[in-house]
């Protein structure tokens, strides 16, 4: 049963990266600041690349992020698909942190952000040579809410992203233009645990990428996976 199970899950994240999508979330930030003075910087690497993460608390109420990713993912054989993607991306939050009680943590945030995105798909099929390249920029505008249970060992909790994406510029490998600006709605739910103490956590969160009003047109990873450690700078000064 087990082996099955596991198998499952493979192929599950197989399909789920089988291709270079053009638009890959970054990491869902969630910082969860305490107080004022706290920094926040988190690592992590997954399924979508190299993500870094940066959040200060200038008050006791208000919280600043800054948050980048780095995707670089190629593949090259004797099979029936090749693909090659790259992603450069960079985002700015602004939002409200709270504590509800000694356990749970709730923050909300408004941001945007600015990428780059190159995507090419190769693939032989019934002998047949086909393959699809873009690359373009795109802006994204977001609003996030996250709650978490939280103690000196232990976070765990989830949040929610509303994401406007919008690829202003999309070209083919001749560079011509592929027609007006490309958008979408996505909502972005995702979980996460924390595991450890003081100054340092192990985390792991999963997140997906559900279109809301119609399909996009253009290609997005439906689901990511990522670990990493989460710095609490402010924990540091506590000891």
Known sequence: M??????????????????APVYVPATHASPMLEKQGEVHTSLYTGSNGFNGQFAYAPTDKFGVMFNGMYLTDKEEGDNDREYENKIVYGEIAFGRYSRLNNFFRLESYLGSGHGWSRAWDGFNLFTEDDEDYVKGYFNKYFATTNLAFATTMLDAGFGARLAYVDFYSLV?????????????????????TRLGHG??????????????????R????????????????????EE
């Open 172 to 192: 083919d490998e001749r560079d011509n233009k592929l027609g007006s600006s490309r958008n979408a709605f996505f909502a972005e739910p995702m979980v996460f």
């Open 218 to 237: 253009f290609d997005y990873d439906p689901m990511y996976i990522s670990i990493g450690v989460h710095l609490n700078w402010g924990a540091v000064k």
């Open 2 to 19: 087990k082996k099955i199970l596991f198998l499952t899950c493979s192929l599950l994240f197989v399909l789920l990266n089988a291709c």
């Open 199 to 216: 100054l340092i956590k192990y985390e792991m969160m999963v997140g997906l990428t559900l279109p809301v009003n119609k399909k996009p």
